[in-house]
């Protein structure tokens, strides 16, 4: 059934998708943002004298840590001393001076803890003279970890994978998730202390709240716990919780650090969303569409929010006929389902799933709504097409749309449909990307 939406849209689609993805390189951003002229190494307005330091240790952890380290080698070469790359994805090739461990996500297992241990056993030989440059990007959260003491891994998957199915803001499940661990929440910087320290990142979070991205390691945090408590408590999650997860955290009256005790730092956000979406407008534009970045900061329970953009999408559409020349509308963010049903799927083909129903019968309006990580959930996909055809035309052979959206199946609905957008790990993640096109 892969004809539900011709091949020539899905392509066009495609185009501005990969032109999203290519801005979201993580080498590229890498070697784009640290310049080395004179012995000098340039970040932004920033000037570190390379003379000044003994070693430099670069760890790198999170979904695109691979690229992000090789992009800093290709600039740093042998001015390097040691280096560790963490991350999810398994490695074509060795990186010079780099050591690879294979870690785990979305929820975290013992290769998280040896990820972990053994980036602290690095910073714990690092003294004043040293500079460590972190490479951080999305997925970092699970990829190292470390719980507090008197936790184990187990308190924290169940956390983790209770917080993901609540419906909780992702600043929530990151504010929570910083309090049951010891390297979270600028507990690096700790371990890195007395060294320098400059964090380079990827930014997976709406509006790059650095301390929220990979709940920020090497950021002191800013998070606002009771915030959290509280709707934690609201949302009735407290009381799935692990009886001694609850105790940690209804004992806490807000982690601090005493400055002393915390690397003097410097981050740097190298690679976002807002820079995807803005590179996809250029691809379209260049396709031939009138192209508007309609919202760069989506948010809330993803099906309501798809419902909301459909029906805007349909009044642009009325409002502008008839149109002069074919429009795209591209959209960026992150949402959160809510788990309820059985089935199996991901917040983007569950996006494209509500959206489909929104745009019911409404010819001229396609769609792609896609992870720029290349996985959506715990699924092989990125993401999934749809067009005003589809739940009509799934229909035909017995599939009902709305049953699957109650039942968070919307991967096994596009599966039917053929019209599941899949790439693989794309090494990279600046959140969702959603490409909308009105045919004339």
Known sequence: ???????????????????????????????????????????????????????????????????????AEKILKNKISKGIVVSNTRINEDIPRFRFLESTHPVPDKRSIDGAREIIKILNTSDENDLIIFLVSGGGSSIIA??????????????????????????????????????????????????????????????????????????????????????????????????RVVARLESISKKKFKKSNLSKNQTFVIGNNLKSLKSAEEKAKELGYDTQILNSQLEGETRFVARDLAKEIIKIKNFNLPINKPLCFIVGGETSVKVKGKGLGGRNSEFALSFAIGIRNESKISALFAGT??????????????????????????????????????????????NLKITGPSGTNVNDIGIILIDK
């Not at 501005?16 to 943002?33: E, M, Q």
């Not at 003491?149 to 992702?170: P, Q, V």
């Not at 400059?198 to 991205?213: N, P, Y």
Request: charge should be negative.
């Open 1 to 71: 059934m892969g004809m539900i939406i011709e091949d020539k849209i899905k392509l066009t689609l495609d185009r501005i998708y990969d032109a999203a993805l290519k801005a979201a390189n993580p080498s590229d951003c890498v070697t784009k943002n640290l310049i080395v002229t004179d012995n000098f190494l340039n970040i932004g307005e920033k000037k570190y004298k390379l003379n000044n330091y003994r070693n430099i240790f670069i760890i790198s952890f999170g979904k695109a840590a691979y690229d992000m380290a090789k992009g």
């Open 146 to 243: 470390l719980p507090e003491e008197g936790l184990s891994l187990e308190d924290k998957k169940t956390t983790t994978e209770i917080l993901l199915k609540s419906g909780a803001d992702i600043n929530t499940i990151n504010t929570i998730r910083k309090n049951i661990s010891s390297i979270k929440g600028g507990g690096l910087l700790k371990y890195s202390y007395p060294s320098e320290v400059i964090t380079l990142i990827m930014s997976d979070v709406v509006g790059d709240h650095i301390d929220v991205i990979a709940s920020g390691p090497t950021v002191p945090d800013k998070s606002d716990f009771d915030t959290a408590w509280k709707e934690i408590v609201r949302l009735g999650v407290s009381e799935k919780l692990p009886a």
């Open 373 to 418: 990580d290349g996985i959506d959930g715990p699924t092989r996909a990125a993401g999934a097409y749809c067009n005003g055809n589809t739940i009509t035309e799934v229909e035909k052979i017995g599939v009902n749309g709305e049953d699957k959206l109650l039942d968070n199946d919307s991967y096994t609905f596009f599966h039917e449909a053929g």
